[in-house]
C-alpha cells in the first residue's frame, strides 16, 4: 500500500482514479478512443477510469457490453471499468450487468447523450428498485430531478451517486441528505471548481458548453465551501474536436484527464485543498465507493513544484483544453502500474492492451454498509 | 363524541371534513362564492372544509389571507380553515401564517392556479425548510415533482400531505415511502376512484377536463387495491359553470361536495369500503392529520338505503356534475352543527355567518409526531 510522503520536490501519490470519463469509442474515435483516452489517463496520473455507456451505440445489454469490453481489453493502456446506461427498456438487463460493470449511468437530463430517461418515474424506480446494492446508481441529474432520484434511492435503500455537482442548488441538497444520515455520495469536475459563467469570454462561447453549464461565482463558492461533503473530484472528460467546438451547434463537453491533477495540485498550493484531500477524493473514496480493487505496486510521482502554462493535451485526441494557458504548480513525473513502468516524463510506456477490467481484478462486494 | 350506530336503516356519522375544496372567492363567484359553497357542503354532509388559496387574488400573505377571512367569516353555513398559497417570493410569508391557516398549498404542476411554482427547487427547498411543523404541507405534484418534494419532506422532517393521488405511479411511491417509515399522507377524490377514461365519452371530452386528469382503469385499480395507504377522501370540489365547461378552453375541475357521500356509500354498498374506513377517512384522519377541532353536538344522520340518479347539485352555483344520472344507494338526511339543525331534507337552515374559521376553535398543537 503506498501512502503520501515527500523527498525533495517530489512526492509519491497512489494511483489516480477517474470514475467518470467519456472514451467515444465505439462511435466517434475521431474524438477519442480507447488507445488515446487511456494513454491521456495515463498522463494525467490516472491508473483507473471509469468509462461512460453514452457511446454509440450505447453500452446498454449484454451485447453492446461485450463490444465495448473487447475494446477496451485490446486498446486501453490503464486499468478501466465500463458503465452500464440505463434506458426505458432495460430495467432488468441493466440489472444484470451489474457484476461486471462499473456502475449504472442514469441520464435523467437532456446532455450529449443517446440514453435519456426524460421524465418517466416509473422507469426511474425500477432501475433503482432492481439495481443490486454491489456499485452505486450513477445520476446525471439537476434540481428537482436530483431530488426525485434521491427520493427514489431512500426510499429502496440504494447507493445514490452524483455526479458532477455543479451548482449551489445540488450541493445544498446532498449536503443536508448526508446531515441528515442518507447514504449518498457525489463528485465535483475540476472544471467546476475553477471556471464559472465569468471565464466564457476568455474559453469562446461554443468552446464553454458544458453540462452541466459552467456555474457563476457563487455555484463555485458553494462547491468549495461544501468540499468535505464532496466524496470525489472526477474529471467527466468529455473530449469534442476544437472544430466541433467551434460549430454552430457546439457539442457539450470538456477534456479533462491530462488538466485535473495539475488544477487540483495548483489548489493545494493555494490552500484550498490539503493534499489528504485530494488523496482521498482522487484514490481512497473512488476505491471505497465504487468497490474498486487496490492495484498492487501501483503509484505515480509528482514534482510539486514545477510552474508552467497548461498546454493543448498530449495524448487526447481532442486537441484542444478550455485551461490552455492557465498556470499551473505541479506536473506528474512518472506512473508505476502493477509494477511496470507506464508513464515516464511524458510518455506513455505501457502498451495498448496492457490495461485490465477492474471487474476481473476482484470479486465485488456489497458497498451498501461503506456509505457514509 | 359521535359513533357509528345504525336504527333501522338510518346511521349517524360525525359531521364530514372535506380538506380540498375550491369556493372561488374572492374572484370568480358566478361559479361559487362562500355561501353557496359551504351551502353545497352542509348538503354533502360536511360540517368543516379547507378552501384553497388559488382565488383571485390569490391567497398568499396577511393582506388577501385577512380579506378572505373576512368573506369566510360573513357568509359561511359551515366552518372552514384558509389554505396559504406557496409562491416563489412568499418563503417567509407563507410560513408566517402557518397558525391561522388550514395549512399551506404548493403548486408544483400547470393547473387552475395563479400560483405556479413550476421547477424552482430552491423555492420549494425554501418553503419546506420554513414552514412550521403544526400543520401539513400539501402539494399538488405528479411523478417526479412528488418525488422531489417528498425529499424535501424527508430531509427537513415535515409533513407532506399529497391532495388528490390519482395514478399508479404516485399512489406507488406514497405506499412504499409510508412502508419505509415515512411521515406522508394523502387524499382521494371520489372521482379519481369512480371515473376513469373510460367515461370521457358519456361525460364529453371538455367536461372531463381535471387535474389530475382521469386516470385508466389500471390506475383506478391501484387506488382501490391500496386504499389502506390512503388517509383521506377529499372532493377537490372545483366548479366552474357548464358553459364554462363545454367552451373551447375548458377549465379543469368537476364539483364534488353534494356527491362526495353518496358515491362512497354507494362504494360502501358494493364491499369496496367499510363504513369504518368511510369514517376514517372522511373525519377522524383529517381531524389528526391537520389537527382540526373536534366539533362539538355536531353528527350527520344518513339514509342508507335510498336509491337515486344523482341530480343537478342542488346547492352549488355551478349547476353540472360529472356524475349526473349515476345511481347510488344512500343519502344525508340532517345535520347537525355545534348543537344547531344546520341541513334537513334538502333545505340548509343555518345561516350565512354561522360557520367558524377552525383556527379560532382550538390552538393549533405540532402533528408532527401523530403522522403515521
Ligand atoms: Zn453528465
Ligand atoms: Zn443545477
Ligand atoms: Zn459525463
Ligand atoms: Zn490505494
Ligand atoms: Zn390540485
Ligand atoms: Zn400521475
Ligand atoms: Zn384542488
Ligand atoms: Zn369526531
Same mark, same amino acid.
Given at each position: 500500500k503506498v501512502d503520501c510522503r515527500s523527498s525533495n520536490k517530489t512526492i509519491i501519490l497512489p494511483g489516480l482514479i477517474d470514475v467518470h470519463v467519456h472514451l467515444r469509442e465505439p462511435g466517434a474515435t475521431h474524438k477519442e478512443d480507447w488507445e488515446s483516452g487511456t494513454a491521456s489517463a495515463l498522463a494525467g496520473g490516472f491508473t483507473i477510469v471509469g468509462a461512460m455507456p453514452n457511446t454509440n451505440p450505447p453500452i446498454m445489454n449484454a451485447e453492446t457490453f461485450e463490444l465495448c469490453s473487447k475494446l477496451a481489453a485490446a486498446k486501453a493502456h490503464c486499468d478501466y471499468g465500463i458503465y452500464v446506461g440505463a434506458t426505458f427498456t432495460n430495467t432488468q438487463t441493466a440489472a444484470s450487468l451489474a457484476n461486471e460493470s462499473m456502475a449504472m449511468k442514469m441520464? =435523467?437530463?437532456?446532455?450529449?447523450? *443517446?440514453l435519456p430517461l426524460k421524465d418517466d418515474i416509473n422507469a426511474w424506480r425500477d432501475h433503482v428498485m432492481n439495481w443490486? %446494492?454491489?456499485t452505486p446508481i450513477c445520476v446525471h441529474a439537476d434540481g428537482r430531478n436530483l431530488a426525485a432520484v434521491m427520493m427514489l434511492g431512500w426510499m429502496y435503500n440504494k447507493h445514490i451517486h452524483v455526479c458532477h455537482v455543479s451548482h449551489k442548488e445540488e450541493i445544498d441538497l446532498i449536503r443536508d441528505a448526508k446531515l441528515r444520515g442518507m447514504k449518498i455520495s457525489c463528485e465535483v469536475s475540476p472544471h467546476h471548481l475553477v471556471l464559472t459563467t465569468e471565464d466564457i469570454p476568455r474559453i469562446g462561447e461554443g468552446q464553454s458548453e458544458v453540462r452541466p453549464r459552467l456555474g457563476t461565482p457563487e455555484d463555485r463558492q458553494a462547491l468549495w465551501d461544501n468540499i468535505d461533503y464532496i466524496d470525489m473530484i472526477a474529471t467527466d472528460h468529455a473530449p469534442h474536436t476544437y472544430e466541433e467546438k467551434c460549430s454552430a451547434k457546439p457539442p457539450p463537453g470538456f477534456p479533462g484527464l491530462e488538466t485535473s491533477l495539475p488544477l487540483m495540485l495548483n489548489a493545494v498550493h493555494q490552500g484550498r485543498l490539503t493534499l489528504q484531500q485530494l488523496k482521498e477524493k482522487m484514490h481512497d473514496n473512488p476505491i471505497k465507493l465504487f468497490s474498486l480493487p487496490e492495484q498492487p505496486d501501483t503509484y505515480i510521482e509528482v514534482d510539486m513544484d514545477e510552474e508552467y502554462a497548461i498546454g493543448k *493535451? +498530449?495524448?487526447?485526441?481532442? /486537441?484542444?483544453? *478550455?485551461? +490552455?494557458g492557465v498556470k499551473v504548480r505541479g506536473r506528474v513525473v512518472r506512473v508505476v502500474l502493477r509494477g511496470k513502468l507506464a508513464y515516464l516524463d511524458g510518455k506513455v =510506456?505501457? *502498451?495498448? /492492451?496492457? %490495461?485490465?477490467?477492474v471487474r476481473d481484478m476482484l470479486p465485488l462486494k456489497p458497498v451498501a454498509a461503506q456509505v457514509a
Open positions: 441520464y =435523467l437530463e437532456e446532455t450529449f447523450a *443517446p443490486p %446494492g454491489t *493535451p +498530449e495524448y487526447s485526441r481532442c /486537441g484542444w483544453t *478550455p485551461f +490552455e =510506456l505501457a *502498451p495498448a /492492451g496492457y %490495461g485490465k477490467n
